[in-house]
T-cell receptor, first 112, second 111 residues
Framework: SQTIHQWPATLVQPVGSPLSLECTVE??????LYWYRQAAGRGLQLLFY??????ISSEVPQNLSASRPQDRQFILSSKKLLLSDSGFYLC???????????FGPGTRLTVL | GENVEQHPSTLSVQEGDSAVIKCTYS??????FPWYKQELGKRPQLIID?????GEKKDQRIAVTLNKTAKHFSLHITETQPEDSAVYFC??????????FGKGTRLHILP
C-alpha cells in the first residue's frame, strides 16, 4: 500500500530564515505531487504541483519554491521566510489528474 | 479555469438530523468530484467521490449526488453523529493535473 510522509511535523522559524520541508511517497511510482498551504481556519491553497522529476508548476507567485529531485520526493523551500508564510503545509499525491489525492500528515509552520 | 463554489460556509444541525452541503463547478469538462473531511489539526481525508458517469453514490450514512447539466453536486449525511463535526471540502478535477477545492463547510453537530 501507499504511504506519504512529511517532515518535520512542526516548525518554528524566525522571519528571514530559510525553509526546507520534505515529502516522500512510498509504494507507487511516477505519482503527481502537490504542495498546499492552509492558513488557520481557511481553505486549501495550491502552491505547486509536479507530474514528474524536475517538472514543477507554480500556482502562486511568492517567496516559496519547490523541487522534485527524485520520483517520489517533493521539497518546498524558501530563502527568507515572511510572517505570512505561517500555516499548515500539506503534501499530497495522486496517480493521475482524475485520481484521488491523498494527503500527508502536514507540517505546522509558525514564523515569528 | 475551473472554479468551485461551496455552500454553506458553516452549518449547524441537531444530532440525528441530516446535513446537506452543496457545490457548483464551472468547467463542463470536469469528471471527478471528491469530498474530503478534515478534523481539527489533521489532514483532509477522502470520504466519498463520484465520477461524471454516475448520478449518485452512497456509502452507509454518506451520499453524493451529481447533476452534470446544472454543474452542481451535493454531500448528504444522514443520522448525524458528534463525530461528523469537522470541515468538509468538495473538489472538482481541472483541465490540467489539478483538483480545485471549494472553500470548505464547517459542520457542527449539536447535542
Amino acid at each position: 500500500s501507499q504511504t506519504i510522509h512529511q517532515w518535520p511535523a512542526t516548525l518554528v522559524q524566525p522571519v528571514g530564515s530559510p525553509l526546507s520541508l520534505e515529502c516522500t511517497v512510498e509504494g507507487t511510482s511516477n505519482p503527481n505531487l502537490y504542495w498546499y498551504r492552509q492558513a488557520a481556519g481557511r481553505g486549501l491553497q495550491l502552491l505547486f504541483y509536479s507530474v514528474g522529476i524536475g517538472q514543477i508548476s507554480s500556482e502562486v507567485p511568492q517567496n516559496l519554491s519547490a523541487s522534485r529531485p527524485q520520483d517520489r520526493q517533493f521539497i518546498l523551500s524558501s530563502k527568507k521566510l515572511l510572517l505570512s508564510d505561517s500555516g499548515f503545509y500539506l503534501c499530497a499525491w495522486s496517480q493521475g489528474r482524475t485520481d484521488t489525492q491523498y494527503f500527508g500528515p502536514g507540517t505546522r509552520l509558525t514564523v515569528l | 479555469g475551473e472554479n468551485v463554489e461551496q455552500h454553506p460556509s458553516t452549518l449547524s444541525v441537531q444530532e440525528g438530523d441530516s446535513a446537506v452541503i452543496k457545490c457548483t463547478y464551472s468547467d463542463s469538462a470536469s469528471n471527478y468530484f471528491p469530498w474530503y473531511k478534515q478534523e481539527l489539526g489533521k489532514r483532509p481525508q477522502l470520504i466519498i467521490d463520484i465520477r461524471s458517469n454516475v448520478g449518485e453514490k452512497k456509502d452507509q450514512r454518506i451520499a453524493v449526488t451529481l447533476n452534470k447539466t446544472a454543474k452542481h453536486f451535493s454531500l448528504h449525511i444522514t443520522e448525524t453523529q458528534p463525530e461528523d463535526s469537522a470541515v468538509y471540502f468538495c473538489a472538482a478535477s481541472g483541465r490540467d493535473d489539478k483538483i480545485i477545492f471549494g472553500k470548505g463547510t464547517r459542520l457542527h453537530i449539536l447535542p
